[in-house]
T-cell receptor
Framework: GDSVTQMEGPVTLSEEAFLTINCTYT??????LFWYVQYPGEGLQLLLK?????DKGSNKGFEATYRKETTSFHLEKGSVQVSDSAVYFC????????????FGQGTRLTINP | DVKVTQSSRYLVKRTGEKVFLECVQD?????MFWYRQDPGLGLRLIYF???????EKGDIPEGYSVSREKKERFSLILESASTNQTSMYLC????????????FGSGTRLTVV
């Protein structure tokens, strides 16, 4: 079945470090791909998305490129801040016949000053 | 801004009580979802609804039921609360079966004692 595999956490970085959180997927069709962020004590917020191969989603300095050949959607940020500390979820939905989003397990990110 | 509102941020209930978790969206979305989130298990889908009075079981429906009498409101019901239902509950809505991503509420942290 359709699934999303994320890099296991927790991930701890220093402020201004480069961030990569890996995400790969398995899908029978052509999915849309998403990154969500969850700050402490809150619900999930959509961070960015990409709906077709080679699309790049971006928001708040974060980027992810839809790579069909490697079935990946890795999240990157060039210089992280303490305020980026949160849990990040990768997710997919199929364009046709979609019933629901499929989420990865989440990756907890902590940024130290 | 579009909004999904969950009626309570924190709830404490006793074992055996009937518990209602309420969710309201103001976006005229047809699709609504209930998830629970537990450490190490990610997000798990309990129930979802694609229309008024419609409901579909998700991955873990046991011990839960739902009600959708109006388009904007989707209620999760714990018929007889148990301690293993202590969790964070997240409601979400969506306008196109996941293609554009979900909008989540802030969550209800339920403790059953």
């Amino acid at each position: 079945g359709d699934s999303v595999t994320q890099m296991e956490g927790p991930v701890t970085l220093s402020e201004e470090a480069f961030l990569t959180i890996n995400c790969t997927y398995t899908a029978t069709g052509y999915p849309s791909l998403f990154w969500y962020v969850q700050y402490p004590g809150e619900g999930l917020q959509l961070l960015l998305k990409a709906t077709k191969a080679d699309d790049k989603g971006s928001n708040k300095g974060f980027e992810a490129t839809y790579r069909k050949e490697t079935t990946s959607f890795h999240l990157e940020k060039g210089s992280v801040q303490v305020s980026d500390s949160a849990v990040y979820f990768c997710a997919l939905s199929l364009i046709q016949g979609a019933q629901k989003l499929v989420f990865g397990q989440g990756t907890r990110l902590t940024i130290n000053p | 801004d579009v909004k999904v509102t969950q009626s309570s941020r924190y709830l404490v209930k006793r074992t055996g009580e009937k518990v209602f978790l309420e969710c309201v969206q103001d976006m005229d979305h047809e699709n609504m979802f209930w998830y629970r989130q537990d450490p190490g298990l990610g997000l798990r889908l309990i129930y979802f609804s694609y229309d008024v009075k419609m409901k579909e079981k998700g991955d873990i429906p046991e011990g839960y039921s739902v009600s959708r009498e109006k388009k904007e409101r989707f209620s999760l019901i714990l018929e007889s609360a148990s301690t293993n239902q202590t969790s964070m509950y997240l409601c979400a809505s969506d306008r196109d079966r996941g293609h554009y991503g979900y909008t989540f509420g802030s969550g209800t942290r339920l403790t059953v004692v």
